[in-house]
């Protein structure tokens, strides 16, 4: 069982960046996809984007296309998740986990706390 930890979040006026970084306990973890995904106020988690293991291939949810970039540094142990252009509608407690792909992304262990990411307008 990985261990992961978000960080990173915080307010951020609508236009503005942060980069979340995920922490992961083991050395496991460059043998495993990276995933990000969120959950808003009232609704259900949802994708955000994914990273294969050795960070060639990425994905992105249609929402944050051109916005996000997901990366990974393999040696530390650490995924992150750069975001530009924020808009309100990106308000969010974000969540790191290891996927896998099947029809869509799913998560592989335990949700962490998450970090939250507040976009004013």
């Known amino acids: 069982q990985e261990l992961l930890a978000e960080s990173g979040g915080g307010l951020v006026q609508a236009g503005g960046s942060l980069r979340l970084s995920c922490a992961a306990s083991g050395r496991i973890f460059s043998s495993y996809d990276m995933g990000w995904f969120r959950q808003a106020p009232g609704k259900e988690r949802e994708f955000v984007a994914a990273?294969?293991?050795?960070?060639?291939?990425?994905d992105y949810a249609d929402s944050v296309k051109g916005r996000f970039t997901i990366s990974r540094d393999n040696a530390k142990l650490t995924a992150y998740l750069q975001m530009s252009s924020l808009e309100p509608d990106d308000t969010a407690v974000y969540y790191c986990n290891g996927v896998a792909r099947g029809s869509r992304w799913h998560p592989l262990y335990s949700w962490g706390q998450g970090t939250q990411v507040t976009v004013s307008s």
């Open positions: 990273i294969t293991s050795t960070g060639i291939g990425t």
